[in-house]
């Protein structure tokens, strides 16, 4: 089957199906410049992710974030939708698509203007004060961040420091001494601050998890995009809906953990494929 007849197919998957839960991962984000955490074989690159519990109770594993973040946060901030993005605002206007749950933390759904939409784990671009429970724009403490670390401030290809981006927004870029990097601290109270989004063992909020199994019970329909569902947070969704036997279909390059529950799968990409659905 070439690609012209899986996306009629698809488009047969949309108008047969009322309520379609659309799942997005972070393949869906590559063509915006944010690289993906997975291979096709859905393996992992890059060190290890931070642990929410480490980050909390270590300020040198602060430190370490703080530092790869820094030299990351540029990329997510400069990123803008692509035209998956945008065809999924203009499904979602249109009435094809029911709501969206995003397991990315990069703001740009709603930058593309979906408005049914829970960012699953959290957003990158604001920073919560575990104290006070404020909540400060990144973009603000990344300008503190600079003021107080000016040899750290990415460079680019021909300075000092060259950060290979992740899609968490930290970065792979390897220092000698970290015990020098200035923490940003709560401007209100001087507390402990980190990124609004849900770290590696940590869970999810509780209203959020709620929230997001309503919407897959209301769901008729699942359409995964560019996710290897890897990550059980979002496996549930397609396990969840396979349960109740509702039809799961995907457009993602390469392997998921729901291959053998998804009915419909176009391997190509999201950026190709979402824009002629509409």
């Known amino acids: 089957m ?4 899986q996306i009629d197919q ?40 931070i642990q929410g519990p480490d980050f909390r109770k270590s300020e040198a594993v ?29 499904l979602e206007a249109a009435g094809r698509i029911h709501a969206i749950i995003t397991q990315n933390v990069d ?11 829970i960012e699953l784990h959290g957003n990158i671009h604001g920073v919560l004060c575990l104290e006070c429970r404020a909540v400060h724009p ?8 600079a003021q107080a670390n000016p040899s750290l401030v990415p460079t680019g290809p021909a300075g000092e420091v060259v950060p290979e981006a992740r899609p ?23 507390g402990v601050l980190q990124p609004d989004v849900i770290f ?9 998890t709620a929230d997001a199994l309503q919407w897959a019970d209301e769901a008729d329909a699942v359409l995964v995009v560019g996710s290897s569902l890897m990550v059980f947070s979002g496996f549930r969704f397609a396990k969840l809906a396979a349960q109740a036997n509702k039809p799961i279909a ?7 953990r729901a291959d053998d529950l998804i009915g419909l799968k176009v391997e190509a990409s999201a950026v190709e494929v979402l824009p002629l659905l509409l």
Not at 138 to 145: A, C, G, N, T
């Open 2 to 5: 070439n690609l012209n007849q």
């Open 10 to 49: 698809l488009s047969s998957f949309l108008q047969r199906h009322e309520r379609v839960l659309v799942l997005t991962g972070a393949g869906l984000s590559t063509a915006s410049g944010i690289p993906d955490y997975r291979d096709k074989d859905g393996v992992r690159r890059g060190r290890n992710p």
């Open 62 to 90: 602060r430190r370490r974030y703080w530092a790869r973040s820094m030299a990351g946060y540029p990329t997510l901030a400069g990123a803008a939708p692509n035209a998956g993005h945008r065809a999924l605002a203009e």
């Open 107 to 117: 703001g740009l759904h709603t930058a593309a203007g979906s408005r049914r939409l």
């Open 138 to 145: 990144r973009s603000e403490i990344q300008d503190w961040l």
């Open 168 to 190: 968490d927004g930290d970065a792979e870029v390897e220092l000698d001494e970290f015990q020098d990097f200035q923490l940003p601290v709560c401007a209100a109270c001087g």
């Open 200 to 208: 590696f063992g940590d869970n999810i909020p509780p209203q959020r």
């Open 250 to 256: 995907a457009i993602n390059l390469g392997k998921t």
